[in-house]
């Protein structure tokens, strides 16, 4: 005989798989922008059953799974998992954020994306940073949000103000610098030339 601990487990994950059921087949469905009937049509199972499944009161067999994931073109696997949450949030304080000088630079994502950086400056009145020259073939886009952005490349200044976009070679010696009397904001999207293998 198993231990109260087991069966309360046991019956718990068997509750849960209806329900995991219903909400991963009715949200697929929907993110598909389908109606029941149709998903049933496409799947080769009874509009009821369907209108069951989501309803998680229904036991579906093994093949009544099969087809409704290979209409929603999804493995069972994804159908039987808990459902998967629609968002992800960080908070500001869960960014990482770094100060160069009086400069703050915050990545704007909390996940790294292959040979990519993306940071927001914020330079308060009359900071300069230097920035860090990146592999050779690589680009980098500024914009500037608010304020002013003064970018110098090698020896040569541009003076950005709100909507404005520069595209230069990002192995290259520059800087960044706010020349003027409020805080300034911009964004830097880093292209790194891929590293040959």
Same mark, same amino acid.
């Given at each position: 005989m198993?231990?109260?601990? +087991?069966?309360?487990?046991i ?8 329900a995991?059921?219903a ?7 929907e ?6 009937? +149709? ?12 209108a ?5 009161t ?10 409704v994931a ?22 500001v304080?869960?960014? +990482? ?7 703050q ?5 909390p996940?790294?994306?292959h ?7 914020e ?6 940073m230097t ?11 500024l ?6 952005v003064?970018l110098?490349?090698s ?14 070679r990002g ?6 610098a ?20």
């Amino acid at each position: 005989m198993l231990p109260y601990w +087991q069966k309360v487990n046991i019956m718990s994950t068997t509750h849960s798989i209806p329900a995991s059921i219903a909400r991963n087949v009715k949200q697929l469905r929907e993110a598909r922008n389908l109606s029941q009937e +149709q998903s049933a049509r496409l799947s080769g199972v009874p509009r009821a059953t369907w209108a069951n499944l989501e309803s998680g009161t229904a036991n579906p067999t093994v093949l009544v799974l099969t087809k409704v994931a290979a209409g929603l073109q999804v493995s069972v696997e994804e159908l039987l998992s808990p459902p998967r949450a629609t968002f992800k949030f960080y908070p500001v304080s869960a960014l +990482q954020t770094a100060g160069r000088g009086s400069v703050q630079v915050r990545k704007l994502l909390p996940d790294s994306i292959h040979n990519m950086e993306l940071d927001r400056m914020e330079l308060p009145p009359g900071s300069r940073m230097t920035g860090i020259p990146h592999r050779t073939g690589t680009r980098e886009y500024l914009t500037c949000e608010t304020g002013e952005v003064v970018l110098t490349v090698s020896e040569e200044t541009l003076r950005l103000t709100p909507g404005d976009v520069v595209v230069f070679r990002g192995d290259q010696k520059h800087s960044y610098a706010n020349p003027g009397d409020r805080t300034a904001v911009a964004y830097s999207i880093v292209v790194l030339r891929p590293i040959a293998e």
